[in-house]
């Protein structure tokens, strides 16, 4: 089964920097479509961001509005991992980070940010933003 392991999460100052790693393991990823999702406590799971299945060539990441232009996810296949790089952190960006994953054939098909989609998860890493 693929297993999937988070870390890098931890406590950070608002302005600060971070990056997740989510390594995998039984499967490579390069065929697997890959999100992050978060979940602060009392709020519902929601998708952060995701990225197309290794060989996509346009659109092949997509991000949350709240956190356009401060995140970027990417994929490292040799390493079999994927990242996600969080930059100008804000505190509402405190939460569990989780990453998840589905295996699809076809290169260029879009990633999901829908939590259903996803069948293989990650046990999550705690992100705080706090000065």
């Known amino acids: 089964q693929l297993q999937l392991v988070e870390s890098g999460g931890g406590l950070v100052q608002p302005g600060g920097s971070l990056r997740l790693s989510c390594a995998a393991s039984?499967?490579?990823?390069?065929?697997?479509?890959i999100g992050w999702f978060r979940q602060a406590p009392g709020k519902e799971r929601e998708g952060v961001s995701c990225?197309?299945?290794?060989?996509?060539?346009?659109?092949?990441?997509a991000y949350a509005d709240s956190v356009k232009g401060r995140f970027t996810i990417s994929r490292d296949n040799a390493k079999n991992t994927v990242y996600l790089q969080m930059n100008s952190l804000k505190p509402e960006d405190t939460a569990i980070y989780y990453c998840?994953?589905?295996?699809?054939?076809?290169?260029?098909?879009?990633?999901?940010?829908?939590?259903?989609?996803?069948?293989?998860w990650g046990q999550g890493t705690q992100v705080t933003v706090s000065s």
């Open positions: 039984g499967f490579t990823l390069d065929a697997y479509v």
């Open positions: 998840a994953a589905y295996r699809i054939a076809t290169v260029q098909a879009m990633c999901p940010m829908n939590l259903a989609r996803y069948n293989s």
């Open positions: 990225i197309r299945r290794s060989g996509a060539s346009r659109n092949y990441a």
